[in-house]
């Protein structure tokens, strides 16, 4: 079992930065793979950004280098920076653990971001 605590969203206007923090009440050195997903209203949740134990990122087509994924694992923290916010990537952001491919993946209860024109 993992828990995921989301954290960091909030209003804001466009052009302006967040930082979203997921907690992880596992060491986070024995999870193969976290990530970062969105859901904006109407729509289906995407993936946003994902990082593995290895360090490898990926991200979604649409970050066009406006998020960065990183991670602290002496806090156990995954982190998702996010610069020049527009009006579109208002959504609430969820954070996703997969300890090994034979597991199921565990989700947070997700953090509300709204950004203003």
């Known amino acids: 079992q993992v828990q995921l605590v989301e954290s960091g969203g909030g209003s804001v206007q466009a052009g302006k930065s967040l930082v979203l923090t997921c907690a992880s009440s596992?060491?986070?050195?024995?999870?193969?793979?976290m990530g970062w997903y969105r859901q904006a209203p109407g729509k289906e949740r995407e993936m946003v950004a994902t990082?593995?134990?290895?360090?490898?990122?990926n991200y979604a087509e649409f970050v066009k280098g406006r998020f960065a994924i990183s991670r602290d694992n002496a806090k156990n923290t995954v982190y998702l920076q996010i610069w020049s916010l527009r009006p579109e990537d208002t959504a609430v952001y969820y954070c996703a653990a997969r300890p090994s491919p034979s597991e199921d993946y565990f989700w947070g209860q997700g953090t509300q971001v709204t950004v203003a024109s």
């Open positions: 990082t593995t134990v290895d360090y490898t990122t």
């Open positions: 596992r060491s986070i050195t024995s999870i193969n793979f």
